[in-house]
């Protein structure tokens, strides 16, 4: 019976359940029967492919921007004084 529950999950991988199981892959290794099925899903469905890349991208961005001091002097200051301050006045009304 367990064979044949497998066996249905590989066969039956929704968009849904694999978007859940990439985003799950990242923080635990997945079961063999949840790669078996992902894998082949991912063979056939471009929408979850796209959406690893993206996934994978988006970790690589947050990785670099974490290792950052955003309170360093070192910074550029990329706004002018005068844009600060048009921001300050647009957030006060």
């Known amino acids: 019976m367990k064979l044949f529950r497998n066996i249905w999950f590989i066969l039956t991988m929704t968009c849904h359940k694999s978007a859940e199981i990439i985003s799950r892959a990242e923080e635990t290794p997945l079961t063999r029967i949840e790669r078996i099925a ?3 899903h991912l063979l056939i469905c ?6 690893q890349k993206q996934l994978r991208l988006l970790q690589i961005i947050f990785k670099k921007f974490s290792s950052l001091d ?3 002097d070192k910074l550029p200051n990329r ?3 005068k844009k600060k301050q048009e921001i300050k006045d647009r957030l006060k009304h």
Request: glycine share 6%.
């Open 38 to 40: 992902l894998k082949g």
């Open 46 to 51: 471009h929408y979850c492919r796209y959406y």
């Open 70 to 72: 955003l309170y360093d």
């Open 79 to 81: 706004l002018s004084d």
